[in-house]
């Protein structure tokens, strides 16, 4: 006898065309799974006539109750695919993700597809209901990880079962759109049975004791979003933004007409963006930071291009922008180190790459706010940044456009934790830094993007990496053939202490009390105790067949904003009276 039918199916569409489309689809799948059948049973099965259930309903999976379509307690899995949509896309359905995920305290940057991992975690809470979603990759990478993830496994009991990384899905459309994608598994960590948890990435699968909201085989750790490193080390900043027009930007072109000027030359610097300094590709800008006035003043070319940045800048729409016009002859923006070197990071790079091709650049070099920088470097830092250390920790929490990893100064960079290293260490990793600065320096005519194509990448600057991954991955007490996965789990694991040595510190800051004339006891005033709306049960279910594909663009002349992710667990505060406290001073009198 045949255990599965059609009846068993339920699902969720939001228009009736993909109603119809499911319908049909469930029809077709029916009759291939029946002619297998027949094979196996060796035996001819009545195909007709089609039976047709009303399972399917038209609805916004997101406000619907899931239970009015079919109970919880009759279900065994929820699968779905729920719409691509980014967070910068769905502004117009903003209400139907408050609605669905309203423990999400940022819900205006996170993807659309969170709200059916919110809506499928609240109506399986009581029961073993496995599930699992194609979701955009994005959902497990950068931010997305602390806004949802941390609400879902903390809040909502979700555990990860098996996961499949992220890969390309294309369709048969003729102007193809490629999504990056990720399978999550997922069910009620109360009510899961005891199987092993997979991760697949491509064809290698991993058996895995935890699957961290990141794909790894780690623990539950949350990168926050940081405005300083949690290590002790130099702050990472965006390079130098015009704002000018183009005006204060010369090209190769523009540079050669002028270039025999002695003041225009002078004042002239090489300009390297993220595109310049992979590519080998020249640029220049004007740049009058602790200039002579007279001196340029008497520059026909350089009053005329101040003037025009002047003109542009008061145009503009914006106050802020119309006030740098007072000073056209600056940057906006100025980052960039008076001396010494710097490191250069592109804020995008290949995902081909095992390396992003880091610069270590001398301050005469101008760097563009497409590049981020972290001045006053040495080799050592040099040597630990472009390390496979370093790599791994990038590519696990780094967010991505698109495929391309997405560099971030408060995501990546300033949760890693570096070690802690006496001189004679530091002087090995400065050697083989310098080898791969040597590396590089013996193809003059190559740009970056040739040295680190994984198709034409030198041996010499290969050996040069492999040698300084090792030196660095020596420094974590970690063996010189350490795969990604162990790296990983190792500075997760460095990271979620070094967190836990911070919480006391937060917790036992304090504004000091004002000394009293009298000693008595001080109370504190009983705490607003914070209320949370929680979903009913709702379900989840296919997406709407007109799902679009997420798209990000970043801007090199607008600064990211930097956003802080604080710790989105509501807190519910004890209504009763805090215990009497006193002051040194009242303890005094």
């Not at 489309?21 to 049973?41: G, R």
């Not at 800008?285 to 340029?296: D, M």
């Not at 040597?438 to 040069?464: F, G, H, N, Q, V």
């Amino acid at each position: 006898p045949i255990y599965v039918t059609l009846d068993q199916f339920y699902g969720i569409e939001i228009n009736e065309f993909a109603v119809a489309v499911a319908q049909t689809a469930l029809w077709i799948a029916d009759l291939q799974m029946k002619k297998e059948t027949e094979l196996i049973i060796q035996s001819n099965l009545d195909y007709l006539p089609l039976v047709s259930y009303n399972h399917i309903r038209c609805a916004n999976a997101l406000r619907i109750d899931w239970n009015n379509v079919v109970p919880a307690s009759e279900l065994s899995y929820i699968m779905g695919n729920p719409p691509f949509n980014g967070a910068m896309t769905i502004k117009d359905k903003r209400d139907e993700m408050m609605f669905a995920f309203p423990e999400c305290e940022q819900i205006g940057e996170v993807d659309y597809v969170s709200g059916w991992y919110a809506v499928a975690a609240k109506y399986i809470h009581e029961y073993p209901i496995k599930c699992a979603f194609v979701s955009t990759s994005s959902l497990n990478q950068g931010q997305s990880v602390n806004l949802v993830w941390k609400t879902l496994i903390k809040k909502l009991n979700v555990n990860i079962d098996f996961a499949w990384r992220s890969f390309r899905w294309d369709n048969e459309a003729t102007d193809k759109a490629h999504v990056h994608c990720v399978v999550i598994g997922f069910s009620n960590s109360k009510n899961r049975d005891k199987r092993k948890s997979y991760i697949f990435d491509g064809d290698n699968v991993i058996e895995a004791k935890n699957i961290s909201p990141y794909l790894t085989d780690s623990e539950d750790v949350f990168i926050e979003s940081r405005n300083s490193p949690i290590s002790d080390v130099t702050k990472m900043s965006f390079g130098s933004m015009p704002r000018d027009g183009g005006f204060l930007l010369l090209s190769q072109e523009e540079y050669t007409s002028v270039q025999n000027d002695p003041i225009v030359k002078k004042y002239v610097k090489q300009y390297v963006g993220a595109e310049e300094y992979i590519n080998n590709k020249l640029r220049y800008c004007i740049w009058l930071k602790g200039g002579q006035p007279n001196e340029f003043r008497n520059s026909k070319f350089i009053s005329k291009r101040v003037e025009q940045c002047k003109q542009f800048r008061l145009a503009s729409k914006a106050e802020a922008t119309r006030k740098l016009a007072n000073t056209a002859y600056l940057f906006a923006q100025i980052a960039q180190p008076e001396n010494g070197n710097y490191l250069l990071v592109p804020r995008v790079s290949s995902e081909r790459r095992k390396y992003v091709p880091i610069g270590f650049l001398d301050s005469s070099f101008i760097a563009s706010d497409a590049t981020l920088i972290v001045p006053n470097a040495t080799l050592y830092e040099f040597g630990v940044i472009v390390s496979s250390t370093h790599m791994s920790w990038m590519r696990t929490v780094a967010g991505r456009l698109k495929s391309d990893y997405r560099y971030s100064k408060d995501i990546v960079y300033n949760n890693f934790i570096w070690p802690e290293v006496n001189e004679s260490q530091k002087e090995k990793v400065i050697k083989t830094a310098q080898a791969i600065l040597d590396a590089r320096a013996l193809y003059p005519d190559s740009s970056l993007a040739d040295l680190y194509d994984p198709l034409t990448m030198p041996i010499e600057l290969l050996k040069a990496h492999e040698a300084n991954d090792k030196a660095v991955l020596s420094l974590y007490g970690l063996a010189p053939d350490s795969t990604e996965e162990q790296i990983v789990a190792h500075l997760m694991e460095l990271y979620k202490q070094k967190v836990d040595e911070l919480e006391p510190e937060k917790k036992s800051a304090s504004v000091p009390k004002k000394p009293r004339k009298k000693k008595e006891s001080i109370q504190s005033e009983p705490s607003v105790e914070s209320t949370q709306s929680v979903q009913s049960n709702t379900s989840v279910s296919p997406s709407p067949s007109d799902s679009k594909d997420e798209a990000s663009v970043t801007s090199s002349e607008t600064n990211q904003s930097e956003i802080q992710n604080g710790d989105i667990n509501a807190k519910t505060a004890d209504k009763k009276k805090e215990p009497a406290q006193t002051s040194l001073f009242d303890d005094y009198l």
